[in-house]
């Protein structure tokens, strides 16, 4: 997919460094390295503000997730984890000037929110893919840890995305850019999602499975709810639609995955989506889990990243 | 545009209270009322955990936008300007349990954060729509207040929408449902735009104008911005594409109101979009504005906002 997109000065000096055996993060725009500053507004950095290398020169996993506090409390779970000094009360959100994001650092770990959905995402993963790139970062592996509904699965399953498809069960992104549509590939690292299913099965009590992610737009008409605020089709319509995505390979719905395959893939991270699954659509359309499984479950991707970190940094497994 | 909808018998008997001269809101969706229980899992509430008549049946004005920290801003602001009791200081976020959205209630003004993008502000709606439902609120007037970016107007500019458009500048939103493209229609309330423009000619130095507003999927290739992680096109391509724009009638650009003009139009929300501009994106991509003057262009919308509620509730003119 690299094809569609013009390679800059910038770009090709990164991928000479490439046989040096790093892997730097491309920045597949010719206009950047002429600017003085570059502002990321969203996370209230800058390049003149802060010393990004500095900063976040070490950076070698990037975990994201949507909501603020899961991604605070994966922050602190990983600093336990990598046996860090102190109980990590200290973890402050680098992106406290603004709302829009948290990020938290531990060790060589980013811990970041992306809200819900592609735009909101596609917002965080612009400015954190030219963080990494203005502080020199090489080798890093980002994933998407979340939340999302399953079909045909049972509720608590962790998928590990192969491929993300979008509504129609294509395996593809559509970026808008000015008004013309450009299709992105939307697959990921095949090695890691193994890795990553290799360090499942070492957990015990841990239903894991690879499958493609469905990524929509919407939470309700878009995945089929009968129970948002606008319904205009059967529950008949509903389970076909399902039923034809489970066909399809489909194992689980969310709202960010196409986008952030598509642009982790463009720009040289090795990424992952690992999701757990809150319900099955094929029973029922809300959630509505008792706090303790909800908290549970959740955990259960961190839990994962958690130890594939560890086996990544040779640390002693405390799990198994 | 509410015939591509099947009218359920709830919101029939709603049309019918209509008569009476009080406009409900319009759930269009046959399956709600079946329903034992509606967990709206995002806001956190539920129709068997809260009784949502009592916490929300006097809301006349909702207020959204996409940060929560400036949705608490305004929340105290409108505590100030109603001359409710105290200072505020005890206005709670009724949706502390989660950390998807924020919600405060001063009065009759609801306050409530959507976050970035029109999947996000999607879910937040399609809860509000059914909670303002569950609660049997009536006349609810809905208005985003946010920023955005300008085409061809100075910064700090205030601009009232009168229809949003998408990236092809065309009025319309396209909602997919199931694997179907559902074309909506994005006008807003026009007596509505009239009346926030007569009040915002009340108010000395404000620049304000009526004007079509773009909604992207993203805020760096989708609106032709030169600084994202990937760019691809020229600095004449983006500056053909925003004159383009300009001439089609477009005069800021945001991610949100699309979805929000078709979603309030199908429920009978009088709805309205006031957004600042932040930059003239015919001279810039990145926002550099001092704190100070950030902080006082985001204030623009809620003063405008704080004094049409004032006048609607009849309340004596604190600015004038």
Not at 4 to 22: E, F
Not at 115 to 138: D, F, Q, T, V, Y
Not at 252 to 263: D, G, L, P, Q, R
Not at 284 to 302: G, K, T
Request: aromatic share 8%.
């Amino acid at each position: 997919m690299a094809s569609i997109l013009p390679a800059s000065s910038r770009s090709m000096r990164r991928d000479k460094n490439a046989y040096n055996g790093k892997r730097f993060v491309h920045v597949k725009n010719p206009y950047l390295d002429a600017m003085e500053e570059d502002i990321l507004y969203h996370l209230d950095l800058g390049t003149k503000t802060h010393n990004l290398p500095a900063m976040f020169g070490d950076v070698k996993f990037v975990c994201v997730g949507g909501s603020a506090k899961r991604m605070k409390a994966f922050a602190l779970f990983m600093h336990k984890e990598l046996g860090l000094e102190g109980g990590g009360e200290d973890i402050e959100d680098i992106c406290a000037g603004t709302d829009r994001y948290c990020m938290f650092k531990t060790g060589p770990v980013l811990s970041i929110s992306h809200g819900m959905g592609i735009p909101s995402i596609s917002i965080m993963l612009h400015e954190l893919i030219k963080l990494l790139h203005h502080a020199r970062c090489c080798d890093v592996t980002i994933i998407r840890i979340g939340t999302s509904g399953g079909i045909g699965i049972a509720p608590g399953s962790v998928v590990i995305t192969d491929t993300a498809v979008d509504s129609f069960f294509k395996p593809q992104f559509e970026q808008v850019i000015l008004d013309n549509v450009v299709t992105r590939n939307t697959e990921l690292d095949k090695e890691l999602t193994e890795e990553l299913f290799t360090c499942s099965k070492e957990i015990p009590n841990f239903p894991t499975l690879i499958g493609h992610t469905m990524c929509t737009y919407d939470f309700y008409e878009g995945q089929g709810r009968l129970d948002g605020a606008l319904c205009t089709f059967s529950r008949e319509k509903k389970l076909d639609y399902l039923k034809r995505a489970y066909k399809a390979g489909v194992r689980n719905i969310e709202m960010e995955s196409t986008v952030f395959a598509a642009m982790c893939g463009l720009c040289g991270l090795k990424a992952a989506v690992v999701c757990v699954t809150l319900l099955d659509r094929l029973d029922s359309d809300q959630i509505n889990l008792s706090h303790d499984v909800l908290v549970e479950y959740q955990q259960r991707p961190q839990l994962l990243i958690a130890k594939f970190i560890r086996k990544q940094l040779g640390l002693r497994d405390q799990m198994s």
